[in-house]
C-alpha cells in the first residue's frame, strides 16, 4: 500500500499537476492539504475519473483537507469533534484542518496544522492549543481502534534542526521550543517518523520558499510527515520526498510525501 501526503496550495490551481502526479504515481491514498476551497465547488470528476473516492472537507480561500482513495474508506469522520466531545474541542474546528477514514485496517488521519504566524501571537498561541488538542485526539483513536495509525500532512513544524537547511533561533516560528514539544508530545503516545527511519541524515526537504530562489538553492524546510505506529512503522518499506511536482511551472510550494507499506 502507498499513501501519499501533499499541500496542493489550492487544489483548484493546482488540479492539473494532481491528476498527472496520480497518472504516474498511483497510490492508494492521497492526502491533501490546503485546498482552499469549500465543499461544493470542489472539483471532483477528474479525480473520480481515475478511480478514486473523494472525501473532503474545505473551507473558502483557505485551510481544507481531502482524502482520495482508491477503495471506499470506513469510518471517515471530519475535524476533532468526529471523535472529541464538542465541548472539548471548542473553537478549534472553524478551520477546515482534519480529516480521518480507515482502509484495510489502517487509519489514515490527514492533518494541516496551523502555521502560528510568528512566535507569541494569537495564531501561535492557536496553534499550541490546536496541537495539545491534536495528543487528545490521537489518544482518543488509539485507544477506541485496533487499527494501525498513518498520521500524515503538514505539520508547520520542523521536529529537529536537520529538518531546515540553516538551524533557527528559538523564536522562530515552525521551529520553537513549545511547538517541537507539543508535536513530540503526540509522538510519545507511539509513533514514529516515517521518513527518518530510511533517511538520517539531513538536506531533505518538502517545503521551500518561492522567495530568493528556495527551491533552486535547496534551502527547505521539512515540515510534512508520515507518523506511524509501532507495527505499521515496522512493515514500512520505503518513504521518499518526490520534488518532480515542486519544478513545475506554478508549483506548489510543497512536494508529495510518499511511504509504503
Known amino acids: 500500500m502507498k499513501i501519499a501526503t501533499w499541500n496542493v496550495n489550492s487544489i483548484r490551481s493546482r488540479q492539473e499537476q494532481v491528476v498527472n502526479w496520480l497518472q504516474d504515481n498511483s497510490v492508494d491514498v ?7 476551497v469549500v465543499d461544493e465547488d470542489f472539483p471532483r470528476s477528474p479525480f473520480e475519473s481515475l478511480g478514486y473516492h473523494l472525501y473532503n472537507s474545505g473551507q473558502k ?37 482534519v480529516i480521518t477514514g480507515i482502509i484495510d485496517g489502517i487509519r489514515v488521519v490527514n492533518l494541516y496544522v496551523p502555521n502560528g504566524a510568528s512566535v507569541g501571537s494569537d495564531k501561535y498561541d492557536y496553534k ?5 488538542l491534536l495528543r487528545e485526539y490521537v489518544q ?18 520542523a521536529l529537529e534542526d536537520r529538518d531546515i537547511y540553516k538551524p ?13 514539544q507539543a508535536l513530540q508530545d503526540v509522538l510519545e503516545l507511539g509513533l514514529a517518523d516515517a521518513f527518518r527511519k530510511f533517511t538520517p541524515e539531513e538536506g531533505h526537504f ?22 506511524l505506529t509501532s507495527n505499521l512503522y ?24 510518499i511511504v509504503e507499506f
Open 30 to 36: 492521497l492526502c491533501l492539504q490546503e485546498t482552499k
Open 61 to 97: 480561500s483557505y485551510n481544507g483537507v481531502a482524502l482520495f482513495s482508491q477503495k471506499p474508506l470506513e469510518a471517515v469522520s471530519t475535524g476533532f469533534a468526529g471523535v472529541l466531545p464538542v465541548a472539548e474541542v471548542g473553537d478549534l474546528d472553524e478551520q477546515k484542518r
Open 128 to 132: 499550541l492549543r490546536w496541537l495539545n
Open 140 to 157: 482518543s483513536l488509539l485507544a477506541e481502534q485496533p487499527n494501525e495509525l498513518c498520521i500524515c500532512g503538514d505539520f508547520n513544524i
Open 168 to 180: 533557527k533561533d528559538k523564536n522562530h516560528i515552525m521551529a520553537s521550543p513549545a511547538e517541537r
Open 206 to 227: 518538502t517545503w521551500w520558499d518561492y522567495r530568493q530562489g528556495g527551491f533552486s538553492r535547496n534551502r527547505g524546510w521539512r515540515i510534512d510527515h508520515h507518523y
Open 234 to 257: 515496522k512493515r514500512t518499506r520505503s518513504c521518499r520526498i518526490d520534488t518532480t511536482p515542486r519544478k513545475l511551472d506554478k508549483p506548489s510550494d510543497h512536494a508529495p510525501v
